[in-house]
């Protein structure tokens, strides 16, 4: 799953290197800390929150074949 989210991010930025991922691993849950460069953040995120939506929409469903619940951080 850190592999599709880096796929995501990475495609959307025009500094593909400065993105990172934190993996963050609970008994249920996944959480990911994903860090763009600063003046980036807006592309990932979106208007209104659509493309951070979309990008949290399909985590979901990649982790519910692992029967685990998904949390994006978008910083």
Known sequence: MKALLEYLATSLVDHPE??????????YTVTYQLTVAPDETG????RSG???KAIRDLMSVAAARRHKRVHVDIE
């Open 43 to 46: 592309k990932v995120i979106g």
């Open 18 to 27: 400065a993105v990172t991922i934190k993996e963050r691993t609970g008994r």
């Open 50 to 52: 659509r493309v951070a």
